[in-house]
């Protein structure tokens, strides 16, 4: 098996690992039946609807 013949330095990796910071939060869009805020591609937990149909049961809040 292969094995490095130098060691990576300290900044090297540290660098790498740092990378994981750089991505951006996914913003909220627009349910386009009850219009509240909910993530793309994801079922609405308030109405339960996602692509223009029912997908989910949701109960009333009282």
Do not use: D, F, T
């Given at each position: 098996?292969?094995?490095?013949?130098?060691?990576?330095?300290?900044a090297?990796?540290?660098?790498?690992?740092?990378?994981?910071?750089?991505?951006?939060a996914?913003?909220?869009s627009?349910?386009?039946?009850?219009?509240?805020?909910?993530?793309?591609?994801?079922?609405?937990?308030?109405?339960?609807?996602?692509?223009?149909?029912?997908?989910i049961?949701?109960?009333?809040?009282k």
């Amino acid at each position: 098996m292969a094995v490095p013949k130098r060691r990576h330095s300290k900044a090297r990796v540290n660098s790498r690992r740092a990378n994981w910071l750089r991505i951006e939060a996914v913003e909220a869009s627009i349910c386009p039946n009850c219009r509240e805020p909910k993530l793309p591609h994801r079922v609405c937990l308030n109405c339960g609807m996602y692509k223009g149909r029912q997908v989910i049961q949701v109960e009333e809040a009282k």
